[in-house]
Structure formats: structure tokens, C-alpha cells
């Protein structure tokens, strides 16, 4: 057990709390069919917004919507927030397995190292960050990384076909990799891809594979720690290489380290939002990757995905709505209206859930122990809790209404001093290790994504000259 699972044994009951409560409320729903291997091609029923179409096979991540379940790898999310850590679940998604304890090390050592991106913040700088959406300026950072870390786009720099080496060289055990073209190329293979110099003089990389993704999964963290920082007029932090992935974070946000229970906190909602199955920005990610454009343009497409306030974006919107409400008393009255106006209430609903959302069931009590700490966070929660009930109790059971992950997170964000328009950024700064492991699965057996539309436009219509043409002739 780490030392920070050690100090936090309180958080970690927590989880286990709810873990046993969501066993006991959801054994007995029906377990869903097609989780095995299938033949394509394979026939679903599919609805207005693909909703049912099957995309791909994958080994990643399972959402079981009917019983409320979430598993990464096989491992179910509970054991992972009680057990693991980011990094870990993110070697885990990445890489199909829970890494040994060596791996482990030089996996968050290249994490580490990945943090600085110093170039990208310097150009970031020169922009107007303080009046940018946020997201707007995550997208544009990693459109910066691409440009500082790799040789796209640099024909200059992209790797030199290596010298046709005759087979009767002498007998150096050399590993040639044919990449198709009209000479082989051979190439030592690097046991740290961070030392490899054949790239180019300036240490440049290629924009896809497994160095993007730990590049992209610290980079992003760093950059959305920096717009924080300049939204408030101060330079940037460098990080600290002692602290976690989770206490880095929080760090270069606030300037301040975090205590082991806020690390905890942000650690478990960072593995909380890591992969959530084929969701909309995910979706985006994988469409452009599989176009075999980069993971820098695919992890920005997500970024864009994700804003939308129908996904991502809805965290910092219920912080809006609480805090709109205001009070226990005012939530029948506001939630009478609000369905009057056949308004959707942020924070509840889901695709695929129709059930309560696993990662709320973890988030709820860890809003609640976090509220306890100021009177602000403490009225929120009990407005949440209240508006909670009046949803469960009118769309739960009808509609199969029920809070998702966006609920209560931003009770927890706005506890750990963190603002609400950073609320994304930090869904996005989790998401990275989601969206590149899932990009980096499907190149496997890339097949650019193409579905199609039902024209149910007209057929036959006879040009008009723009002379004879009137509103009439249309
Ligand atoms: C995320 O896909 C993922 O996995 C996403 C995500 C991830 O980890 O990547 O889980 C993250 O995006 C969570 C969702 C965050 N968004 C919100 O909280 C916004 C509010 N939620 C809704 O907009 C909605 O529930 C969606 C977008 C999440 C899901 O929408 P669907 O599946 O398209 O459902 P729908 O809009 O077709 O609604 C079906 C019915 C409708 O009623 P009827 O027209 O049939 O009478 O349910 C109602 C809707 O009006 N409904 C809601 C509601 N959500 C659905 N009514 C009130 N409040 C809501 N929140």
C-alpha cells in the first residue's frame, strides 16, 4: 500500500461504502448481452445520434448501463479508486495490465519528464489566455506541442531513410524494420525512446505512439495548471517532480502542495475520469486518429468534443445551477420551473447509464467529506442532495433519470479552491489517458471511420438560370 493510501485510509472506506451499496442496489438488474468477440459485419439496432451502433471491439473500458457498473481492463472502478492511482490506471489503459513496480517507476519518470513544455507555454503566453474559453486555450496548446516536440509538418527534420546495409555486413545483429518502402530501413532499437537521436538534432518525435501519449497526458495537465495561473495575471509553476501526477496538478494551480486527503480526493476523480467507453469526445479522438492524421490533432478534437455542456462541459454548469438555486428551500420551486420549461438539469441524465452513475456514487460522499471543511461547499452540497431527490423521485424510476459524474465533481473541484471554468480542463486533463489508449488500440486495426446518412432530401430537380430564378422556383 502507498503512503498516500496509508494516510488516507478515511477516503479510501469511503469508497468502499459505496461500493457495497451499489452492489447491493444493482446485483439483481439483468446483465447486458455482447461482451464477447463477434464476427463482422455485425447488425444493431441504431438510433439518432449512433446511439446502440457498434464502432469497434475493444478491450479498454465496459459500461454496464443497466446495472451502473464501470470497468477499466476488467478491473472494476470501485477497486481501482480504493487500490490505484492515476498513473497506474493510466499504464493500465494504455497498456492492458497493472504494471510491476519497475515498470511503474519508469513509466511515471517519463511522466515526469514529459511535464515541461516549456515552449508551448512561452508561446501560450503571448496570447490573450485571461479572455479565451479555457478549453479554447487546452486545444491550442496542444496544437503548440505538436509544433515544439515533434518533426510533422518539418520535412527537414522527418527521419532519414537509413543506408541499405548489404546482408553480408559484418555480423551485427541488426532489427530491420521494413516500413514498406523500397529499402528497408535498419535501426537500432532504442531501449529509451527519450534517448534516441537518429530522430533529428532536435530530439524530435514522431506525432503518434506510445511517447505522444505520455507527452499529451502530462503536457495537458500542465498547460490547463498554467491557464489558471495566467487567468489570475501570475507566471506559470514549474512542476514538481517529487509530487504525483494528482499533487502536481493541484500544485501548479494553486502554488500551494496539497494536503494527502486533497491529493487523494483529486486522484480518485482523476482515475474516476479516465475512459468511459466510446463517448462523445472519445469518438472524436478516435475519428481523426483513424483518418491517420496524429494523436496531437486527435487529443485536440476531443478537447473540442468535450466542451460541449451535453458532455463535458456540464460540471461547471451545476456549480452555476446550485449556486442559482441557492438554498434547500428554493430547490421544488426552481426544479417546478425548470421542468416547466422542459429544461435538462445539468448533471443528470446519460446515454448509457439508466442507472445511478458509479463515479457519482464515489464522487457524492467525497463532496460531502470535502463540504464539511467550509460553510460555501457545505450549503451547496445540501442543495445538491435536495435537487438530487426531487429528480430521483420524479424522472428516476419514469425516465431512468439518475445524477452522472458531472454532478457532484464540481462540488469537489470548487472545494479544492479550483475554479469553476477549469472544471473541464481537469475532465480533459483525466480524459487524455482515455482518449490515447483508445486511439492507440483501435490504429491497431485502423479503419477510417465512415458512417453514412439517410438522404431523405428530393430527387430530379431541374437547374434554373439565376435569370428565370424567383422564391417560387425553388
Ligand atoms: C458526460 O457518454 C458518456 O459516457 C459521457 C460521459 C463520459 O464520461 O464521457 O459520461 C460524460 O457527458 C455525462 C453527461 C453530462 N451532461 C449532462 O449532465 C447534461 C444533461 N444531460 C442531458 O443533456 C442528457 O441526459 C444527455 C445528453 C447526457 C444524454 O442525452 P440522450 O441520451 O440523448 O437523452 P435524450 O436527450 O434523448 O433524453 C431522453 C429523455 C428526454 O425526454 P423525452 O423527450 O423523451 O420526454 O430524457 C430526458 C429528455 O428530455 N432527459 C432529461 C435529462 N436528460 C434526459 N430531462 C431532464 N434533465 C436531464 N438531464
Redesign the pocket.
Known sequence: MSELHKKTKEITELVFKSSRKAREETNAEPEPHLTQPITWPVECVVGP?L?GAIACESKIGY?NGLKGWLIYRGYDIFDLCAYSTYEEVSYLLLYGYLPTAVQLKAFKKNLIQCRNVPNTLRLLMSFSIEEMNPMAVLRLGTNLMRQEFTYIDRDGLVPKRGKVIGTDEDSIPMETVPRGEEHAIYEFKDSDPFKSKELSKFDLEPAIGYKSCYRLISGVATIAAAIVRIRQQKFPIDSDPELSHAANLIYMMTGKQPTPEEERIMDIALIL?AD??I????FAAMVVASTLSDMYFSVGSGIAA?NG???????E??LHMLREIGEVSNVKSWYKKS?KK????????????KAY?P?ARILRPLAKHLAKRNKESGRLFQVAKALEKE?IST?GVK?R?FP????YSGIVYDSLGIPPEIFTPI?AVS?VSGWTSRIMEYLEKNRIFRPRAIYIGQFNKKYVSLEERTNKTR
Request: hydrophobic share 35%.
Open positions: 445520434g446511439e459500461v475520469h468511459h467507453g463517448n462523445a469526445s472519445t468535450l455542456p451535453l458532455h463535458g462541459g456540464a460540471n454548469q451545476v421542468r422542459k429544461q435538462k438539469i445539468m448533471g443528470f441524465g446519460h446515454r448509457v447509464y452513475d463515479r429528480v424522472l425516465k433519470i452522472n459524474v458531472d454532478f475532465f480524459r
